[in-house]
């Protein structure tokens, strides 16, 4: 192990020795682990590296088989996430668990008990009151309190997250993925509210896998594999190249190499002036066979709602889908009939059936494919565990059998589980709405490498990132959206971060 362990400071939050074990899989391996008063520390490693596992007995999800936590030099016994907070450790979640017809004022209260009058009804003017106080906290006190959180941007959701975990103010803040799809200018915005809690006193455990975001905002960085922590170092002392060798313990994956597009390939998908009630004006836009086609934009700038029109999720309200020159249908059905498939950005609400096993996950969009007659209302069960194993294995999908649940794998396994369900389509066209988001480096280099693969075999691909440097590497063309119209379109070389975010900020541009 190299480079300090602990902060030279006296800790806030320590642990030592901690194990935690399910079965025969230990997922956090005699841990030790402190943060230091104002110090942002941040939390890397592969998914499956035990930072999940580790972050649940530090917040009192669960308790650890050994090993103690202490906060500020005296061990506790958390004994649920509720008692962490009183005792000072906050925790915003990765996913948005907020509920959204609740006012924000209700969202920020809810961990820490609405404040009544008499102890019986509530006093709204004091929630209210305090709730401003945490939002101007995190930047959103413009807002009303009342507001109904299904009206928020996906920044300001995760800003009243933070907000809520501030009603008990706590020591340390553990964040986890909190820019996962935030756009550059709003991840700019979330780490101005991390330094300005550091500023205050308030330690931050951030937990990422995008590694340029810890080197720029953490004082430093733990690094976990296989449920142990192998390496700490000084972000001074850090650059990208020697992080990700520190996660995969190896010099790092050679990236794909970037894609030609051959301009007289088939126009496979032809979207002509489509629009719908959440797009401000039509879109035009062509993608032939074996090329990848990116979406630059802020969020909110129109990506995904282009994505769902095309795929008939939305109601089109003007336009036309063509796929092999055949027009579709308005319907997620009609879609995949016609050989288009969506991948969704949040894989777990609007992707993966968490109760299923890994096999009904894959085959759950094409299980009519495997009756054994037309007339039979059931599949049969050994073609669709054939298939199953045969996508699983194609995509390298890590688990011990498709007999296991879904739940039981990595985000990175997951997410290939899901592309290999749209696979099992027969599909012409993928739509991929932030395929790598919440997966780490080595995962994330294999989706490369499988998107890649999936152009050279003639697939049409669409892809929406918010990260910028993957538009870069995966696309032969992009188009840059504002405001939910186009306004540029880069080709080739001209693909870069640089251009795209000009483009999406206050770039001329001219809309394809």
């Known amino acids: 192990m190299t480079g300090p362990t602990t902060s030279p400071l006296e800790p806030v939050l320590e642990a030592r020795g901690l194990r935690k074990q399910y079965g025969p899989l230990v997922a956090v391996d005699d841990v030790d ?19 999940s596992s580790l972050i649940k007995v530090l917040t009192g999800a669960v308790q650890p088989d050994a090993g103690e936590v202490l906060l500020a030099g005296e061990p506790v016994h958390l004994r649920g996430p509720a008692e962490a907070r009183r005792r000072g450790v906050g925790f ?5 668990n907020l509920v959204e017809q609740a006012s924000i004022a209700e969202n920020i209260a809810l961990g820490g008990g609405l404040p009544r009058r008499a102890g019986l009804l509530v006093s709204w003017g004091a929630l209210h009151q305090r709730a401003q106080t945490l939002m101007e906290a995190v930047d959103i006190g413009h807002l009303d309190p009342r507001t109904r959180v299904a009206t928020l941007t996906p920044v300001q959701k995760r800003q009243v997250m933070i907000a809520a975990a501030l009603w008990h103010p706590p020591t340390v803040l553990v964040l986890d993925e909190p820019t996962a799809s935030l756009s550059e200018h709003e991840v700019v915005v979330l780490h101005g509210i991390v330094r300005r809690l550091k500023s205050r006193g308030t330690s931050v455990l951030y937990v990422s896998h995008r590694l340029d975001e810890v080197i720029g905002l953490t004082d430093r960085v733990v690094v976990m594999r296989d449920g ?16 990700v060798a520190m996660i995969t313990g190896s010099a790092g994956q050679d990236r794909p190499t970037h894609l030609r597009q051959d301009p007289g390939a088939e126009i496979v998908l032809d979207v002509h002036e489509v629009s719908s009630d959440r797009m401000v004006e039509p879109v035009s836009l062509q993608v032939r066979a074996g090329e990848v086609l990116g979406l630059a934009g802020l969020v909110g700038s129109g990506r995904t709602e282009l994505l769902r029109a095309i795929f008939g999720a939305d109601s089109r309200r003007t336009g036309e889908v063509r796929v092999g020159g055949e027009v579709v249908g308005c319907s997620p059905s009609a879609s995949l009939r016609s050989g288009i498939a969506l991948l969704s950005e949040d894989r777990l609400h609007g992707g993966l ?5 890994i096999n009904r996950n894959i085959t759950f969009a094409s299980l009519a494919r495997f009756r054994h007659a037309r007339w039979l209302p059931l599949p049969s069960g050994r073609r669709e565990r054939d298939r199953s194993r045969d996508l699983s294995a194609d995509l390298a999908v890590k688990a011990e059998s498709v007999d296991a649940p879904v739940m039981s794998l990595s985000g990175g396994n997951q997410q290939k589980v899901l592309l290999a369900r749209w696979l099992s389509t027969e599909p012409r066209v993928l739509l991929l709405d932030e395929p790598t988001l919440g997966i780490d480096i080595e995962a994330k ?27 870069e ?3 032969s063309r992009a188009l840059v959206l504002r405001e939910g119209r186009v306004v540029a379109e880069l080709e080739g070389a001209d693909v870069t971060e640089t251009a795209l975010l000009h483009h999406c900020f206050d770039g001329a541009g001219s809309p394809a």
């Open 445 to 471: 280099t294999e989706i490369y490498h499988l998107l890649h693969r999936l152009a050279g075999e003639g697939f049409a691909l669409v892809v929406v990132s918010s990260e910028f440097p993957e538009l």
């Open 33 to 51: 682990l402190t943060v230091g008063p104002g110090e942002v520390v941040g939390l890397v490693g592969k998914n499956g590296a035990g930072k």
């Open 92 to 96: 915003v979640h990765q996913e948005l």
């Open 473 to 475: 590497l995966l696309c």
């Open 228 to 243: 142990a922590v192998v390496d700490s170092e000084e972000t001074t002392r850090l650059d990208k190249g020697r992080l």
């Open 353 to 357: 059936v968490t109760g299923f096993t």
